[in-house]
Nanobody, 122 residues
Framework: VQLQASGGGLVQAGESLSVSCAAS??????MGWFRQAPGKEREFVAS????????NYADSVKGRFTVSRATAKNTVSLQMNSLKPEDTAVYYC??????????????????WGQGTEVTVSS
């Protein structure tokens, strides 16, 4: 059972970046993305159901970020557009396997990726 995050990096404000998370060892999970900025608590960013039919976003990223999944590849991606300096954080993917909890709460998630750093300069 493993989640492997990739992507991330350093961009300027207004630019785009994509992070992905490949899962192995399980299926039928909800994938969530969380982030943690220096000195701040981890916060919910987005989530997507196994079918892809249920998607949620934090208000702070709605309209700028898009979460999608390629089920055949067991991979979930987070496309981040119009990035702002306040988006700077370590981004984590996490999987919630049945029974599912609240997708907004990090305590619902059973498995976590290693995190990938996103830095947005002004």
């Amino acid at each position: 059972v493993q989640l492997q995050a990739s992507g991330g990096g350093l961009v300027q404000a207004g630019e785009s970046l994509s992070v992905s998370c490949a899962a192995s060892g399980f299926t039928y999970y909800i994938m969530g993305w969380f982030r943690q900025a220096p000195g701040k608590e981890r916060e919910f960013v987005a989530s997507i159901s196994w079918s892809g039919g249920y998607i949620n976003y934090a208000d702070s990223v709605k309209g700028r970020f898009t979460v999608s999944r390629a089920t055949a590849k067991n991979t979930v991606s987070l496309q981040m557009n119009s990035l702002k300096p306040e988006d700077t954080a370590v981004y984590y993917c996490a999987a919630d396997v049945p029974p599912y909890g609240s997708s907004w709460s990090d305590t619902s998630y059973d498995y976590w990726g290693q995190g990938t750093e996103v830095t947005v300069s002004s």
